[in-house]
């Protein structure tokens, strides 16, 4: 396993819907999500972003700030196992989203299992109660996943300082 690489990795956004809200960590994570949209915007990372049945969860929270990211209508618990959802060839994931220990945690392990190396920023994952996160996320790191954070996560695509990419990223982290 490797440092992230903008030729490799793709960013996939998991779930994070109006329905979810409710959870005292919705907001942090929106906000978590955003800032990895807008860096894959800037690295020109694909994005994939799903959202679990929108006629009873609803949409995509609008402060994740999409806009022609390829959006995935499912029904299935794993995004990886949705219709339409293609890595584009890319052998690394950033994984972000809502619940960490069932949309996000069966994405994951079905990336894995398709040997994708897979990165979950902790701070851009959340279930409804904390040890349902905690177990998620522990799980997934036994199972091979990366746990990282959003800055690590976007300053290893960004391998250097002093570009206009930095300069860009640099401005959704401060």
């Not at 109006?18 to 990372?45: H, I, M, N, Q, T």
């Not at 609008?62 to 990886?80: C, N």
């Amino acid at each position: 396993m490797g440092l992230l690489a903008r030729d490799r990795a793709a960013l996939v956004v998991v779930d994070v819907q109006e329905g979810f809200r409710p959870y005292a960590s919705f907001a942090d994570v929106a906000d978590a999500c955003a800032k990895l949209v807008a860096g894959a915007r800037v690295l020109e990372l694909p994005t994939l972003v799903s959202e679990q049945y929108p006629k009873g969860l609803g949409h995509t929270a609008p402060e994740v700030g999409l806009e022609d990211e390829t959006r995935i209508e499912k029904t299935v618990f794993s995004a990886a196992r949705a219709d339409g959802f293609d890595l584009a060839g890319r052998r690394q994931a950033i994984v972000c989203g809502i619940e960490t220990h069932v949309c996000v945690s069966q994405t994951v392990h079905d990336l894995l299992d398709q040997g994708v190396e897979v990165h979950v920023p902790a701070d851009a994952v959340a279930s409804r109660h904390e040890i349902d996160y905690e177990r998620g996320l522990e799980r997934m790191e036994r199972a091979g996943a990366i746990v990282t954070t959003v800055e690590a996560a976007l300053f290893e695509l960004l391998q250097r300082a002093g570009t206009p990419e930095f300069k860009a990223v640099q401005k959704l982290i401060v």
